[in-house]
């Protein structure tokens, strides 16, 4: 039996001049397995996008009544739990890691500075693996910008992101 969409209104919150990006995310995590999202909001949210690709989710944006933008947000068959770049070829067929970095104790920034320093010291094509207290949202771009892959998810539990990051050439932004 299929799921229906969890439906998210940020129309009224934006109205009254609240940020709706926590609100979004929240219902992101009270996903059920393969649940789509269907947010409303009174613009088409484009920043929004590239947050939920690499999420794992494909985008419908579509105008309706009175400007306002309905998008509903569907994860890909691949994504088991897991994110990943929208770079990276199957993770499962990557090396076994060379480092591990527990980060799960610092706060941000720290984790970020401290993974970017340690892949600018590691060799195209091998593998780290990194331990953080929260989904490293800001991470993912510099990530992808600086030619890396990533794939990670949250542990049973819900309380630490275990992320494997493929090191790519340095400053290109392509696969290795």
Known sequence: MMVPPLELDVRPLLKNGGEPFQAIMAAVGRLEPGQELRLY??????????????????????????????????????????????????????????????????????????????????QPGTVMFVLLAREPLFLFPELIKRGHEWAGNFDEAGDTFRMLIRIGTAGDGTDV
Do not use: Y
């Open 41 to 122: 909001a009174p613009f088409c949210p484009t920043p929004l996008f590239d947050v939920m690709t690499n999420r794992g989710f494909a985008h419908q944006p579509r105008e309706i009544a009175g400007g306002d933008w309905e998008v509903v947000f569907t994860p890909n068959p691949s994504a088991d739990g897991a994110v990943i770049s929208s770079n990276a070829s199957a993770a499962q067929a990557w090396p076994e890691p060379e480092r591990q970095l527990d980060l799960v104790d610092l706060d941000p920034p720290e984790p970020m500075v401290r993974v970017l320093a340690a892949a600018e010291k590691m």
